[in-house]
């Protein structure tokens, strides 16, 4: 199986901060990790590859420094790193950056061969949209799936695949044709941490570095700013409630703790009480 992961490197979350005139993040002086939900589909990816055998390569756009997050998957196991990295590419929206990214996945079919599957994390830390993955197999015309908590069966020889899929209210159970595009979920699995000749092999191994022109993207215009659409007006933290949490005491002996925290509720909001019975009378 020839299988791409796209992954992202992103500024260490408890270190983060905003710049209050652009309202951007500030990535200068911020130590810089993997996106950690890009690491759970590395880890289904190489898993895939253990089972069926073929090559995992790992995709990510970014300045030059976001080589070290390739290096990084590679020494966890991957077979190819490629960094795209251009100024045409600065200040791109999730629009641009799937522009940019599908192209350089149509690049690496072209170079490497179709892919059976793409992967990405269900979302990344710095954005939080979850909209890169999906953006991605719009463009690509592939099949997707979000939110994956588990691969039950994969036949790449069928071209079939079956996931649990984390959904509102349950766990949906899909099958779906290769190839296809997969974000996974946080837990889905426990990644691993390398091996010793991997560790070395990253260290020397060539990163496959591309610019614009050398991923044959055919229209800059929709890269970076220029093709970003989107604008951040402003950027604020949540204001602190004033209002403390009331302490209700737990019910004496041969109490209903539950009736002494809803009585508390009810007292609090009069009104919640009567609307609740509204509602029940509805049905």
């Known amino acids: ?169 349950g766990v949906q159970v899909l099958a779906t044709r290769l190839p296809c595009l997969i974000t996974m979920l946080e837990g889905a699995n426990e990644v691993r941490r390398g091996a010793i000749d991997d560790s070395l092999r990253a260290a020397r191994a060539e990163i496959v570095t591309w610019s614009a022109k050398d991923a044959e993207i055919e229209d800059i215009s929709k890269c970076g700013l220029r093709g970003s659409p989107t604008i951040v007006k402003k950027v604020f933290a949540p204001t602190p409630r004033s209002e403390r949490a009331a302490f209700v005491e737990p019910a004496t002996s041969g109490g209903d703790s539950a009736e002494a925290v809803i009585g508390a509720i009810f007292a609090r909001q009069p009104s919640l009480e009567e609307d609740m019975a509204k509602l029940a009378r509805g049905f």
């Open 1 to 169: 199986m020839k299988i791409l992961v796209c992954i992202k490197q992103v500024p260490d979350s408890a270190q983060i901060r905003v710049h209050p005139v652009t309202n951007t993040i500030m990535r200068q002086g911020v130590p810089t990790i993997i996106n950690p939900y890009d690491l759970f589909s590395l880890e289904e990816a190489l898993r895939l590859r253990d089972r069926f055998g073929g090559e995992v390569s790992v995709l990510t756009m970014g300045p030059p420094m976001a080589a070290e997050s390739l290096r990084k998957a590679l020494a966890i196991g991957a077979d190819r790193a490629i960094l795209l990295t251009d100024r045409f590419f600065a200040g791109s929206d999730t629009l641009a950056t799937t522009y940019a990214l599908a192209q350089a996945i149509r690049k690496v079919e072209r170079d490497y061969g179709a892919q059976d599957i793409v992967f990405a994390g269900k979302q990344t830390i710095d954005g939080d949209t979850a909209q890169v993955g999906p953006g991605i197999a719009k463009r690509l015309d592939l099949l997707q799936l979000t939110y994956v908590a588990k691969i039950e069966a994969c036949d790449p020889e069928k071209r079939e695949i079956v996931v649990e899929r984390r959904a509102e209210g």
